[in-house]
């Protein structure tokens, strides 16, 4: 993503052709933005509470749990709903069978929308109802734009940039050669660079075309592919557009939730109907739609990067898509639709995403938005964005409680991860500061590089920025000829991935760029490394894999010396030529813990990383059964399993598959004892008369 205001720029005629050579920055005059191009914007006729804790079981006997009502029940609340307008009140987050105990623990169930007259002042509401001592907090509810633009270059072969020298004809083989991000190799030796520029003695942008491309300046695939490549174990869920579902290279990696029915009235009880392959925010229902008017493709290009079917032959790479010659599935994806077509979202809508991410199954969140940083220049950006996190936490709790629900309640205590994570774009404005809700503690704010290890010219940078991943930079790889179209060149310097048809020219691949490009680089590594950690057994907590994400990461610092040059929106005003520079010491430090490494991270996990996993607790209804496969924990193939109490409890194994079937014959709980080479573990059955046993299935 550049700037979205380069139409008004350029219809203000405040351009001017720049000289070929470069000595200093160019000073561009720009007027102010009149338009709220800032993702901040509060909503007419809504606002969001959380009401105090002694009102639970109140607000439970009154059954807003339900749907919409029209009162609170609560005298002062709904004085003061007379005095706005007020006239429904819905509970934020559905009620979900599984997991409405440990939603209440989280204080989830508090959290309303109330809804009033849009003639009445959101600001004015919001301090009406924060006085009140039923209330515990109270906040607009704000406007979430796409912080992305819709630039999309269509894949066309024809117009290959680079082609390897051997002339290797297997499509998703030659298609790996462009894609620098998975594996780059320098493009010097083995890569014969087409369309080339002659750069004359006195070129003032300092690199030749070859040396913008650096060996290893990648998330070193090659070397983590060769023990892992996926695990269909490991969930991520897309928080953007609709993912293309019947994407050839994405439709095997598609996450189904095999409980519910398309069409359905929440057959699995999980408070969303119909959601067979994820939800659709916006329009609050189980159909994801992907090309709707105004869509980008944005949300099936981020997918591609994580888990595009590897080795299937068509197509491209992907991070963590599995090895299709091989019958080795990769990570699922899950579509959480927050952005559709020209629609807007807003908190509501994202907190109930993240939420249903969390309960659903997934253990990190894929998010290419966020806030506009709290240091972006207001002339160019709009209103600016949170400053602190502290500022964010205060006017944006319901995102807050969101992300901390997913960080502390994804996962398993006996899988790979206990927790979840978040992971964000750090923002394209070329500010010194990430922003929100990535810059949080307990989020990764990620931001983009060029081939060649430089930060990308329109990256955020600096506080609150957690890691740094390949995002693409156009406007630096401007003079890489793509055709005759000015808004190709450069395109091998951007990232290929899959799109819809109806922005790709019907080839469902092209090329985009931004940090919310780098961003699903990391979801990647990181949906990669828990696939290993799967594999092999080891559990970790959320903020302990974060930390190994950090660790295993590459050093980029000693590139941060010296200038950049590139060609500042010639890609956006193609009329017009903008020389301009970076001074890439003011990067160094500000690029978070390096480049992310996913060859490096499945180091760690063989050197020990993480503990042992443990076989779970069993959690069986009266008269009901449930399965489980000691081989997905522990090590081992010969297990036995004893329970203690066997008029609680029956189990048996089957001997083809190794899986052991739990029955449950009367309420109570028994300890039990599987054993293995030589090893043994205890754990506990209960056997519940209730329909919801929300256990570690």
Not at 10 to 25: K, M, P
Not at 63 to 86: K, M
Not at 436 to 464: K, R
Request: with cysteine.
């Amino acid at each position: 993503m550049k700037m979205k205001f380069i139409n008004m720029i350029l219809a203000a005629g405040i351009l001017t052709v720049a000289s070929s050579c470069v000595e200093e920055n160019l000073d561009i005059q720009t007027p102010p933005v009149q338009e709220n191009d800032g993702i901040q914007d509060k909503m007419s006729g809504q606002v969001i509470l959380k009401f105090d804790d002694s009102l639970s079981d109140l607000l439970d006997r009154i059954d807003l749990t339900g749907g919409p009502a029209t009162r609170s029940g609560v005298n002062t609340v709904d004085e003061i709903l007379e005095i706005i307008g007020g006239y429904k009140l819905e509970r934020v987050f559905p009620v979900n069978k599984a997991t409405e105990d440990q939603s209440r623990e989280a204080g989830l169930h508090l959290w309303y929308v109330v809804y009033f007259d849009e003639s009445q002042n959101v600001d004015d509401v919001v301090k009406k109802l924060s006085v009140l001592g039923e209330v515990q907090s109270a906040a607009p509810v704000r406007t979430i734009k796409k912080a992305y633009d819709d630039k999309v270059i269509p894949y066309r072969p024809s117009r290959r940039t680079m082609t390897k020298a051997d002339g290797t004809e297997n499509e998703e083989e030659k298609n790996l050669i462009m894609q620098w991000n998975l594996i780059n190799n320098g493009y010097v030796s083995d890569y014969v660079i087409k369309d080339g520029v002659d750069y004359p003695s006195d070129y003032p942008f300092g690199k030749d075309a070859e040396e913008k491309f650096i060996a290893g300046s990648d998330v070193n695939c090659k070397s983590a592919w060769e023990r892992c490549t996926g695990d269909e174990s490991i969930i991520v869920a897309v928080l953007d557009e609709g993912i293309r579902l019947d994407h050839p290279d994405l439709k095997d990696n598609i996450w189904t939730n095999e409980d519910e029915v398309a069409g359905s009235e929440d057959k699995d009880e999980n408070g969303y109907a119909g959601d067979v392959h994820g939800y659709n925010f916006i329009d609050g229902s189980g159909t994801i739609k992907w090309d709707s008017y105004g869509d980008t493709g944005h949300g099936t290009h981020v997918s591609g990067v994580i888990a595009a079917v590897n080795n299937n032959g068509i197509g491209i790479h992907s991070i963590a898509g599995g090895d299709y010659s091989a019958h080795k599935p990769g990570v699922k994806l899950m579509s959480c639709q927050v952005f559709s077509g020209t629609a807007a979202s807003n908190t509501v809508r994202l907190a109930r995403a993240i939420k249903y991410a969390a309960d659903n199954g997934a253990v990190i969140l894929q998010c290419s938005f966020g806030y506009n940083s709290g240091s972006a220049n207001p002339y160019l950006y709009g209103e600016s964005g949170f400053k602190t996190e502290e500022e964010w936490e205060t006017y944006c709790p319901l995102e807050k409680t969101a992300l901390d629900y997913f960080i502390h309640n994804a996962g398993s205590d006996n899988g790979p991860i206990k927790g979840g994570i978040p992971i964000f774009a750090s923002g394209n404005e070329y500010a010194p500061q990430a922003g929100f809700p990535g810059a949080s503690e307990g989020c990764i704010s990620v931001a983009s590089i060029a081939g060649d290890y430089t930060p990308s010219t329109f990256t955020n940078y600096g506080e609150g920025t957690k890691i740094a991943a390949p995002g693409g930079d156009q406007d630096y790889y401007f003079d890489y000829q793509q055709g005759d179209d000015v808004t190709e060149r450069g395109a091998v310097g951007c990232i290929l991935s899959t799109l819809p048809d109806h922005v790709s020219e019907g080839s469902g691949y092209g090329y985009m760029e931004g940090t919310s490009m780098a961003c699903p680089h990391v979801s990647g590594v990181a949906a990669l490394g828990l696939s290993y950690a799967a594999q092999q057994h080891r559990h970790f907590t959320a903020e302990e894999f974060r930390e190994l994400l950090f660790d295993s990461c590459t050093a980029i610092d000693s590139y941060m010396t010296g200038t950049k040059f590139y060609y500042q929106w010639q890609v956006d005003a193609s009329s017009l030529i903008h020389p301009d520079r970076l001074i890439l010491s003011k990067y160094r430090n500000n690029m978070g813990a390096g480049l992310v490494n996913a060859g490096k991270l499945l180091d760690a996990i063989d050197n020990g990383a993480g503990e042992p996993m443990k076989f779970p607790n069993i959690y069986v209804k009266a008269g009901s059964k449930v399965a489980a496969n000691p081989s997905a924990y522990l090590d081992g193939t010969s297990f036995t399993i004893e329970v203690s109490d066997q008029s609680i409890a029956s189990v048996t194994k089957n001997e083809q598959n190794g899986i052991f079937t739990f029955e449950g014959l009367k309420s109570g709980f028994t300890s039990a004892t599987i054993s293995w080479g030589g090893n043994s573990q205890s754990f506990v059955i209960t056997v519940s008369t209730s329909d919801s046993a929300s256990g570690w299935l």
